[in-house]
């Protein structure tokens, strides 16, 4: 592997770092519950968990799988670790006048374990096939209908997503009925989301597309392992 393959640019970086800040905002986010008409609820991590598969779309897009791998992985590592350092704070004691507003500050960082291992399971197996499809489409259609590549590979990654997490989270807890809407909900929002931006999002990519010089198929992957995170 030469030493110029593993680099990245700067744009990379500054995409890997705005997809880790997305994924952290939207866990925060979530605390909070959004209603718009009396049926009509969703969380505020719509407001920018939608961001991190668009995102996802365009890393894979400009710089292939391998990358989008690594992103994915140091995302979840820095989720983990506000996670972690938040449950750390949340049983640290508190000082005598803090006393009034530690509620509130255990309501946001004081994360159910369940909900905290269905966000973390959901997120990787949602961000992982969003990269897949991106990837494999753009073999088969050697580049071409970006835009389609895009809402597609959102709808596997965002279904997987609620599936896998508004289950483990809620299931249980709400009747089957009302998990089935929310679900539903939240993959329309986030893809509707996806279809507004697409405009920008196809901007943005070319943009980094001629600013890095950088357009990659995946023709040469050997494996889409998501745990092969050093082959870059």
Known sequence: MTKEKRSVSVSFMVMGILFCTCLIASNLLETKILQFTPSFTITAGVLCFPLSYILNDCIAEVWGFRKARLIIWSAFLMNFLVVALGQLAVLLPAASFWKENEAHFNFV????????????????????????????????????????????????????????????????????????????????????????????????????????????????????????????
Do not use: W
């Not at 969003?130 to 753009?138: E, F, L």
């Not at 997987?160 to 483990?168: E, M, V």
């Not at 893809?191 to 600013?211: C, M, N, S």
């Open 109 to 232: 960082f004081g994360l159910a374990p369940r909900i905290a291992v269905a966000s973390f399971l959901a997120f990787l197996v949602g961000s992982f096939i969003n990269a897949y499809v991106m990837s494999r489409m753009k073999l088969r259609s050697r580049g071409r209908h970006f835009s389609a590549r895009a809402i597609v590979s959102t709808l596997f990654g965002e279904g997987a997503d609620s599936l896998i997490f508004f289950p483990l989270a809620f299931g249980g807890l709400m009747p089957f009925a009302e998990l089935l809407r929310l679900m539903l909900i939240q993959v329309v929002v986030k893809t509707l989301y996806e279809v507004i931006a697409l405009p920008l999002t196809i901007r943005v990519v070319d943009f980094v597309k001629k600013l890095d010089d950088t357009d990659t198929f995946d023709s040469d992957l050997d494996s889409y392992n998501p745990l092969k995170v050093f082959d870059l």
